[in-house]
């Protein structure tokens, strides 16, 4: 076998480390928390399954590391060693440097540096030694002779075991030549045999120059299962120790090392998912019906249609529409995963920055089992690390402000994550001091975002936050000073096709709400039709379509148009003036208002008619083409012709920033 | 060869038993009750061609089979031993004692 | 050739061992932990067994255990994938039921000379 064919799981066990390291880390953090012991053996497991599988595949700087963490949690487990706070610490580093040395393996660097080096110094020196002992077992019985007598007498239930005499006679017959002679006189009476247990014995000449050791081999796996003699008859040697063992040496060749390398590379860049065993069986039941399916229709190549067949027919299609369906479903769902994996972080940042900023803070985790695209899962962790820092560092107060609030003295920050009809939202609240108004509409005025706070809504306020380059904080901190500001936030949930609000209460605390859709995928949308142009907007920003009267739409100074929809005044945006459509309605007594909602700003889009709902499967414009303002992407239309899908956040900003030229 | 299974034939009658294809442990508890009702036959024909797979476990039991039979000196003959058979039970040192013959019978 | 069920929660090396055994021609099964293994042992009969020891769900020591109750698997080679440094855990798999072990780290030749040493 070829060692490149295993460089594919040698990506795989990585993968599987790092996701067992964070399990590591989230049981240590939970043991700190007074969690059961329970944890203790998950813990040890999954640094079991990293050392047993980092030697397997050719990480053994890994493996040596991780033995040292595994021994001290071996006597945690066996009770020889009390849990506290200085192991706990000692092994969250351990986790942190083993990531490190993941990093560098998928990097292909050198795996060991000074950090590693020293904390395996220090497990080892907690330990009580200095050293990993050596493997070197001296063994006074090896020698080696030219003629052997071996007495086997395997006891009863050494067969059920799985141990069969004849393998171990055959293995011996390996060794030198044998004599067999058989011990028949403990076999018991026939009505009286336990067919099962062994009353056999053997003894059994070997010739020809053979090690104790050799023959002793054959039957490591009885020992305790049977009475075994080995005698040497024919004394040759005696052998040293050290050269009795024979390492086994597979030294892979440079060029052997070197394509794995390059495969680890390789498939380190194309990302991978692991997908349920139930999940492809359920993909593979699908396609078997659909198989039967196009079969049964297959028969109507043939042959007149009459009213029954036709029964048959329309029943065939509609099966064929079903599993098409459910087949789209199933393929979706390969690509969904639980956001867990995300949320797993925080627990220890969480910790650590609290600790930092001498805050109290309990993390709460909702909904980890829901499942989201594996793209947005990738990039929704940027978001949210900045949002859980700004709660901790801007939000939460510190237990003395809070005892004066007359709240308790720890906070409660709570990352939630559910299904929200075709959406997932995930909230990120806290129980903190909620967002100062004042301070936030005098930083407003003095950044000239607005000219005063006279009038806003909260809600109004709150979206200052938004704004390019705002920030509030009295002192900047070092954890959420770092120049990137809420906007970014937005822009990044943006690009994943989602939006974020923010409800605060002063005092109370505050829940950033952010709103994703299912998969980047496919989206479900309303067909446009502007001019000679199909447009696609997204039925989630979509809050309703009216025909409005030509009178109900104003011009403004500036050139813009409003309409009054629901006690609001709305900016209208011409599709086909935005996108340059010819031949489109221009009177807005004919065509269609469709309200829709993006960045947590309405807007009405002047289409000349919505032609239907459908579902589109999202091609990349950029891939394809290039990037367009106001546009996310391109779908095919059942008749063959392309669709462009409407950007109602990208829209939305363009509109603003017209209002503002 | 005779033919393959007899399981309704009156004692007092010549029985053949056809072991199994497997011919291992977890088969053996079977073997054993039709060896046993063949110990109250006049005579007993053991057919072992068809034996695919063997086992010390089914070895031992023959090997007690023949000693009841012997003992109640009921005749024990064999109408076929497969190779699979044949080797393992040289590998035991069992040929002598199951009393194989030396080559297949014609 | 054989009916082989591999046992590990580890993909990497649950998917290296059945990737070596099927190149040798073995019709391979997986399962996840000892709960998945003994649900796919009651399915159907395995020539042979290779379990992990530690696992979630079921260890590997009980699954053996729980496997050598079962009629059909008496006398069936079941190899524990273990560490060296627990020779206790050996003397566990065997006084379980286990035929034998095969100590981590392996490599596929190590596995295919261990295989073909128990399944003749």
């Known amino acids: 076998m070829s060692k490149a064919g295993l460089a594919q799981f040698q990506q795989v066990f990585i993968e599987e480390s790092l996701e067992g390291l964070d399990t590591m880390e989230s049981s240590l953090l939970a043991l700190d928390n007074g969690g059961d012991g329970e944890l203790v053996h998950t813990i040890f497991r999954a640094a079991h399954s990293i050392k047993g599988g980092a030697a397997t595949f050719g990480f053994p700087e890994i493996s040596s590391f991780t033995h040292e963490a595994e021994s001290l949690l071996d006597e945690v487990r066996s009770g020889k060693r009390a849990i506290d706070a200085a192991i706990i610490e000692v092994m969250l580093r351990a986790v942190d440097c083993l990531r490190g040395m993941f990093a560098r393996a998928q990097a292909g660097s050198p795996l060991n540096d000074a950090v590693a080096e020293s904390l395996r110094n220090e497990l080892a020196a907690l330990m009580g030694r200095g050293a990993p002992a050596g493997g070197v077992q001296a063994r006074r019985n090896v020698d080696q002779a030219d003629a052997w007598t071996i007495r086997f007498r395997p006891h009863a239930g050494m067969l059920a075991g799985g141990n069969e005499p004849l393998r171990l006679i055959r293995e011996l017959a390996g060794i030198g030549e044998l004599t067999v002679t058989p011990e028949l006189d403990r076999v018991p ?384 945006i011409r599709l ?86 | 060869m005779g033919s393959k299974s007899n399981p309704q034939r009156k004692a007092g009658e010549a029985r053949v038993i056809a072991l199994p294809a497997d011919f291992r442990l977890t088969e053996l508890a079977d073997v054993k009750a039709g060896l046993l009702q063949a110990l109250e036959a006049a005579s007993v024909e053991i057919d072992g061609a068809g034996v695919e797979r063997v086992d010390t476990a089914a070895l031992q039991l023959l090997l007690a089979f023949r000693r009841a039979a012997s003992a109640r000196g009921l005749p024990a003959s064999w109408s076929g031993v497969s190779e699979t058979m044949r080797d393992a039970a040289g590998v035991l040192g069992l040929t002598q004692a199951l009393e194989l013959p030396a080559t297949m019978p014609a | 050739m054989a009916k082989i069920l591999a046992v590990d929660d580890s993909a990497s090396m649950r998917g290296m061992v059945a990737f070596t055994l099927r190149g040798a021609g073995h019709d391979v099964s997986e399962a996840e932990n000892g709960q998945l293994a003994l649900d796919a042992a009651r399915g159907g009969r395995y020539d042979l067994v290779l379990a992990d020891v530690n696992m979630p769900v079921m260890d590997g020591i009980s699954m053996v255990r729980e496997l050598r109750t079962m009629p059909e698997y008496k006398g069936v080679p079941i190899l524990m994938l273990t560490t060296e440094s627990h020779t206790d855990k050996k003397m566990e798999g065997k006084a379980a039921g286990a035929t034998g072990w095969l100590v981590k780290p392996f490599d596929p030749e190590q596995l295919l000379a261990t295989v073909k040493r128990v399944l003749g």
């Open chain 1, 189 to 572: 009476e026939f009505a009286k045999l336990e067919p099962t247990e062994c009353h056999l014995g053997w003894t059994i000449e070997l010739k020809g120059p053979a090690k104790r050791a050799d023959i002793a081999g054959v039957f490591d796996w009885v020992e305790g299962e049977c009475d075994l003699a080995i005698e040497a008859k024919h004394v040759v040697a005696e052998v040293a120790p050290a050269a009795a063992a024979t390492p086994a040496a597979p030294a892979a060749s440079v060029a052997d090392a070197g394509a794995v390398r390059a495969q680890r590379e390789a498939s380190a860049e194309s990302s991978s998912v692991r997908v349920s065993i139930d999940k492809i069986d359920g993909l593979i039941n699908l396609v078997g019906e659909l198989v039967i399916t196009q079969s049964m229709l297959d028969t109507f190549r043939e042959g007149g249609i009459d009213a029954a067949r036709m029964a048959v027919l329309e029943q065939g299609l509609a099966q064929l529409a079903r599993h098409t369906r459910e087949l789209q479903e199933s393929v979706m769902g390969i690509r969904m995963l639980p956001i867990a994996s995300v949320f797993n972080r925080f627990p220890r940042m969480v910790r650590d920055i609290s600790q930092k900023l001498g805050k109290q803070v309990k993390l709460e985790l909702v909904g980890e089992q829901t499942e989201l695209d594996k793209t947005v899962l990738e990039k929704i962790g940027d978001p949210m690390v900045h949002l859980v820092r700004n709660a901790i560092d801007h939000g939460l107060e510190t237990p003395d402000k809070r005892r004066a609030a007359g709240k308790g003295d720890t906070g409660t920050l709570t990352l939630a994550a559910s299904h929200r009809g075709g959406n997932i939202v995930v909230e990120v609240s806290d129980d903190g001091a909620g967002l100062n108004r004042d301070a936030i509409v005098a930083k407003a005025v003095q950044r000239g975002l607005v000219a005063s706070g006279e009038g806003m809504s909260d809600d109004a306020v709150a979206e200052l936050i938004f704004q390019p380059g705002f920030s509030t904080a009295a002192v900047t901190t070092d954890l959420s000073g770092r120049g990137v500001g809420m906007d970014v936030v937005r822009r990044n949930v943006a690009d994943l096709g989602g939006t974020v609000t923010i409800r605060s209460t002063q005092g109370k605390g505050s829940v950033f709400t952010i709103t994703l859709p299912l998969t980047l995928a496919i989206i479900d949308g309303l067909t446009a039709a502007v001019g000679d142009e199909r447009y696609i907007v997204p039925l989630v920003s979509i809050v309703e379509s009216v025909q409005l009267k030509a009178e109900a739409v104003r011009s403004v100074a500036g050139g813009g148009e409003l309409f009054r929809f629901r006690g609001e005044y709305l900016p209208v």
């Open chain 1, 576 to 661: 086909h003036d935005v996108f340059g459509c010819g031949e489109a309605i221009q009177a807005i007594d004919e065509g269609l208002m469709v309200v829709v909602e993006g960045e947590g700003t309405r807007v009405g889009l002047f289409v000349d008619g919505l032609i239907g709902q459908q579902q589109a499967v999202v091609k990349s414009l950029e891939a394809n083409y290039r990037r367009v303002q106001g546009i996310s992407g391109a779908t095919i239309l059942a008749d063959g012709s392309v669709a462009l899908i409407v950007d109602i956040a990208g829209l939305v900003r363009l509109q603003s920033r017209r209002k503002a030229a």
